[in-house]
């Protein structure tokens, strides 16, 4: 688990990265409908999380170093306290709780949101948001950025909009060791669930029911959705890239390619291996598999001998 | 496996109780994005499946009774077949073996849809269509219709547009001898996996980790998707209804609760069962639990009294 | 000027001409923005002023022949009273007003739009709306539609969505005694202003300063607009069919066409007239002029012969 | 009439105050419908016109003074020539006499808009756009972006939009000499207008026809729209700040406001006066216009000793 103060100085880095006067706006992710009234399972937004932490949708997490704040502004809008919702839907933080949970100095509940925003954008020089990511949310913002254009002082209208992830997925790409250990948490239960996989295979198997060795495998150690669709392709289908279908039976002598990586704590693990489906690789399947494996071996030491990131 | 002349069946029986001089066009699921450049996996369309068991995303039923096209007119817009995009993210149908699969009098290629909607719309009295339901489509179609309304002969745009579910959805809730047979096979499934996550369950183990156990039992058998997001509440979760987080660690002496349905052929199971962790009730969870379970058994008893549907 | 009566009797007609159990929904126009804070004359939507006489932006008319409401139902959503918006911008009539002038059987104020639309939508079989013709209308409507379909009585929602103008813009084809009067004004103010215009022309004057006599004609009389943009071609500029540049300078020997129409409370008329700038057609100007006059004359009698109307 | 030089002049001095790797994106108004199939009079977007002088809608112009053009890059998409469509609707330049009347790099044609936007955006740092003027364009816009961000290399697409509102507005402030010039003009039509009105004024006179003989005045000199809506109160209208509706008949003993000024080569004059309709103040009345009056002169006395503009 990232603890408080690693979020609290994530935020602050990226902060420190931007322009004097500026205001930082990050919007979590919704709900997904997947039919009629059910939904899929939530996804939170890779750079929202990876700024909170927070597991609840349709927050905004808002960061100012504008002056006007002392040091720094940091805010956050949530979903409101609500007991009929909660009791359907499940426990929210709530306004109070979030103020301390996170540090902020202000908190918002969702109502509040358009208020939020204007206050926090007004008298801004600069923005950073991912325009054009999500239609709704470039709506509420172009909103804010014309209602203060349209007040009696245009001038409180902040004149740039930054992409906020250039900065931020650059931050990204330097892991803490707390990352390290969940991205090798993700590596090892991936792992263990290929394993599985290829223990499980026999000609007659399905492809789906390999997926479901490698899905309950992740589950099991709490890693519960997959980091991406999980392709388990039999035959010529290991030859479809992204072949996620996974409903072909496994014929004897079929190679077997297996793509697949569990997300676990936001971070995801990308393994792929192909295997023969009867335990062994026919003359001309190994000799294939042989020049791939030493390809990949020879460019790893070439990897190895030139970094030392890890 | 429904046949194609069984969804031929339904799809004439939809048509034969449009007004006269109508049409009705039923869109497909698209695909929804997880997290950047992933995406969940496809659910498609609930009518449109019931319509016609095609798998794609982004397809179109089309449908008329309108006397022009002889005794009734059916036609689909498919995905062109494109050998780049197949050898990345599987083979797709194509209009001509669509042709021939859905038995239809026209097919049509994703980049004809405008014009395929607006040769079917034209000169119709009335278009059977979900308005509202998703803002792309109905972008599409009202362009349509103002596209007919602005063509010199202005009485070419049909001046109704009927919901098309009152009618479809009354025809979905009398099931054929293939569709009890789906839903008997995800009860059948269903119940498995609330059996296994009993025989798991025990204290210290998380809720996810039956989660784990129920969608394994779900996928080994084909169903590679819960019909709504799985529940597993232990103690106070459990009186949340939509708990879905499923994160906690069950304590000896809680109740557990199981709310789960497997998704089979695009059929949905829906159970729910509660029980308890170390695998006895204490005195008054027993006591609860029969009387739910007396009011529930005499329900039952008045329901097979008056219905003869099975 | 339309008396009360004639407005209401309209409204009945129309709703005598829906289905059973049917809601029509008028929108009125609304300002439209010429450049930053200025907006252009207002122009009331043709089909809400044919059937309220109402001049006054953002309104919406709303008539049911349901029998819950008795006989007929007769609502409007109006703007607001507004001290401050009233001194700036002109007074409002306002909904208590409203209910007297119209004659309604309830009047509501902007803010409860969402609201009376429900309202008024919930339990009918069919609503008459012009979808598709402005997207901010079609957005409220669809909203108000799934908002009816998502509450727990699914059936509460119309399922038919029916055009209003076919029937509509029949009944707006006859003319009663008090249209006819108005239309014969706007055309004797037209015919003035042409005259006048003839009067005035001469080489090197401008195309807009003949636009600028007869719209002057126009405003003395009322009609503060043309009723479309108005023509007037010099020389080449006579051969492009919508001029409406009006910018050229006249020449001698040019022929002059102009193409205008008085607005005269909201009925336009619509005349064109071609003539040489020195007040004397040449030769051959004279005789293709004859051919058409020729042609115009013949194709009169032709109409008088069998048409009664007037 | 502005030179071509003035227009490129101005053109060079924005970018000069633009960052480095910078493209300025700023499109022309459109059409704006009035009622059904007719529209209100083209007004070109003061930007627009102020960059370029071009009176035709829905165009672009493209400015940027990235390294990889030279010195800069000038572009403008316009509409296409169309043969049936000049027909109907007038006369277009069309890309290849854009640009040598332009003196632009490349000249494109509406279809190519996308292609033309994608081309200048990418590889550059900075955008200058009015994000969130019109709905249209900045779908287009962002748009653009998204396609640069998904494609392979996702460094192309700019980090900063900003507002070019704020250079532009700035530059706008000091006038050239043909601007004053215009400006000039633009009075003294207006001046006129207001004493014609004055002249005309009588009890008995309706408010529209004071209208009237202002925007003939206005139209005669070539000046074919009011650069507002003209606002004619008599008695208690005038005490409404923006009382537009003109329709009230003058008394004897009221006072006359009339707010009105000419649009002249996209110049506005902005005159305000009040008068007595019949042509003699009441002694109340000539108190009241006295005192503010004076407070007028001592402030225009205050502004000249400090100021040296013209």
């Known amino acids: ?78 979903q409101e306290k609500d007991k009929s919702a909660e009791i359907w839907h499940g426990k929210r933080l709530g306004a109070e709780a979030a103020l301390s949970r996170f540090s902020l100095d202000e908190a918002f509940e969702t109502h509040e949101l358009e208020e939020a925003l204007l206050a926090s954008i007004q008298g801004q ?43 931020l997925h650059e931050m990204r790409l330097f892991k803490s060791a707390c990352e390290v250990a969940m991205m090798k948490a993700a590596g090892e239960i991936s792992a263990r669930a290929h394993k599985r996989a290829m223990q499980f295979a026999s000609p007659g198997c399905f ?30 289908n290991a030859c479809i890239l992204h072949y996620t279908q996974n409903s072909a039976q496994v014929n004897d002598g079929d190679l077997i390619l297996i793509d697949a990586g ?26 294939i598999y042989s020049v791939v494996l030493k390809a990949l071996k020879k460019r790893i030491g070439y990897v190895s001998a030139r970094c030392h990131a890890f």
């Open 125 to 167: 020089d600069n923005v950073y948001f991912t325009l054009g990511y999500n239609q709704s949310h470039d709506r509420l913002f172009t909103e804010a950025l014309n209602t203060l254009r349209e007040a009696p002082k245009e001038s409180l209208a902040p004149c740039a909009v930054h992409d906020l992830r250039p900065q």
């Open 207 to 236: 492809e789906y029911q390999l997926e479901a060795e490698i899905h309950h495998e992740f589950a099991m150690a709490g890693a519960r959705s997959p980091a991406y669709s999980t392709i388990v392709g039999s035959g010529d």
């Open 262 to 287: 569990a997300e676990y704590q936001g971070y995801a693990a990308d393994i792929t291996r192909t295997f023969p489906a009867n335990g062994k690789f026919s003359h001309a399947q190994r000799e």
């Open 1 to 78: 688990m990232i603890s408080a103060q690693e979020f609290i100085a994530r935020q602050d880095r990226l902060l420190a990265q931007c322009q004097p006067n500026s205001v930082c706006i990050v919007p979590a992710a919704g709900l997904v409908t997947r039919s009629r009234d059910t939904e899929y399972t939530f996804r939170q937004d890779s750079d929202f999380w990876y700024l909170t932490g927070f597991e609840e949708p349709d927050a905004w997490l808002i960061l100012s170093n504008h002056p006007r704040y002392g040091e720094s502004y940091r805010a956050m809008v949530v």
